[in-house]
C-alpha cells in the first residue's frame, strides 16, 4: 500500500517548502499517513538530518519507509514530547502536520468514515481504542449529542436532530446507512450530503477527540521547537484553522495574548506569509484539497 493508492498529499510543496531546511536538523511527520509528505520531507533533507513521523492508525503503519534518517512512532501526535524524549530528541527544527482523514480512511468502508458507503459507525482514527461512534449515537443522552453536534458540526438544528436520534435508537443505529436513513427528515434536497458531512463530521470529532489532541499538540510543538524552528500545518475546516490561527498570534487559543508580568505581550510566533489555500488545478486533480488550508509560523 503506497502512498498514491492511500492518500494524496494536498499542498505538497508548499506545506514541506515552509520548514525551511538546513544540515544537521530534526523534523517530524506529526501525520504520516501513506507518507506522501514524508518522502517530500526527506527528499529535502542531507544525510545529517533526522526525521520522525506519528501516525497512531494501524493502516497507515504499513506503508513505513526504509530510510536511517527516518523513524516513525505509531502513536498519537498528541504524545509529540513523550516520544522525541524516548528517543533522547528535546528540540527540533520543523514540525508539519496534514490533519483531518485520509483518502484510505474515507474510501474504507469499514472504516464508517464516509457517507458514500454501507458500513459500521465506527470512525475511529486509532483502531485499538473502544470509543466509536455507534457508542456515541447509542447512549449519549439528547444534550450531549446536541452539544457535539452543534459545536462540531456547527448545525443549526442540533437540538432537533439530537431528539431525533435518541427517539429513534430503540433497536440500536450500528451503520452508516441506518444513520442516514434515521436523520432523512433533516436533509434538504439538492444540499444533503452537505448536512450528512457536517453531522459525519461533528461524529469522527468526538470520537478522536480531535479539538483536544490539536489543542494539546500545538502548545507542545511551542515546547520542542527550536527559536527559528517553522511550524507548517494543513488543516480542512474553520474549527481547526482557527485554532491554529489565534495560537500562531496569541501562544494560546483564546483572542488574547500571554502577558509576562510588565504587562507586555509575550511572543512564541511570528508568520510565514499568509493562508495559503490549494490552486484551482490541484482541486481538479484532487477534490479532497477543496478545503484545505496552510499556515506556516516560525518559533520566535
Do not use: W
Not at 444533503?192 to 457536517?198: G, P, R, T
Not at 461524529?203 to 483536544?212: A, D, G, S, Y
Not at 475546516?237 to 502577558?259: A, C, M, V, W
Amino acid at each position: 500500500m503506497m502512498e498514491a493508492m492511500y492518500h494524496k498529499p494536498v499542498l505538497l510543496d508548499a506545506s514541506v517548502s515552509g520548514l525551511n531546511f538546513k544540515p544537521n536538523a530534526i523534523y517530524v511527520d506529526a501525520t504520516f499517513g501513506g507518507g506522501g509528505h514524508t518522502l517530500a520531507l526527506l527528499s529535502r533533507m542531507d544525510q545529517s538530518c533526522k526525521l520522525y513521523a506519528f501516525d497512531q492508525d494501524e493502516d497507515a503503519q504499513q506503508n513505513s519507509i526504509q530510510d536511517p534518517r527516518f523513524t516513525l512512532i505509531p502513536h498519537n501526535f498528541c504524545h509529540l514530547k513523550r516520544f522525541l524524549r524516548f528517543y533522547k530528541v528535546d528540540f527540533v527544527d520543523g514540525i508539519l502536520a496534514d490533519l483531518g482523514v485520509s483518502s484510505h480512511q474515507f474510501d474504507t468502508p469499514t472504516r464508517g468514515f464516509s457517507i458514500r458507503f454501507d458500513g459500521p459507525l465506527d470512525m475511529r482514527m486509532n483502531q485499538r481504542q473502544a470509543l466509536t461512534a455507534a457508542e456515541i449515537i447509542n447512549n449519549a443522552d439528547e444534550t450531549e449529542l446536541a452539544h457535539i453536534l452543534f459545536t462540531y458540526g456547527e448545525l443549526s438544528q442540533a437540538r432537533k436532530i439530537a431528539r431525533q436520534l435518541v427517539s429513534q435508537r430503540g433497536k440500536g443505529i450500528y451503520t452508516t446507512s441506518e444513520l442516514n436513513k434515521v436523520l432523512a427528515d433533516f436533509l434538504p434536497k439538492g444540499n444533503e450530503q452537505k448536512v450528512l458531512a457536517k453531522i459525519y463530521q461533528a461524529l469522527r470529532m468526538e470520537v478522536n477527540k480531535e479539538v483536544e489532541v490539536l489543542q494539546d499538540f500545538l502548545l507542545q510543538c511551542k515546547e520542542v521547537l527550536r527559536p527559528g524552528g517553522r511550524l507548517s500545518v494543513i488543516s480542512y475546516h474553520s474549527i481547526e484553522d482557527r485554532l491554529i490561527k489565534r495560537f500562531i498570534q496569541y501562544g494560546n487559543f483564546t483572542n488574547e495574548p500571554i502577558k509576562d508580568s510588565f504587562g507586555n505581550p509575550e511572543r512564541y510566533f511570528t508568520k510565514c506569509g499568509g493562508l495559503q489555500v490549494p490552486s484551482a488545478d490541484e482541486i481538479k486533480t484532487n477534490n479532497r484539497a477543496r478545503s484545505a488550508k496552510l499556515r506556516v509560523a516560525e518559533r520566535v
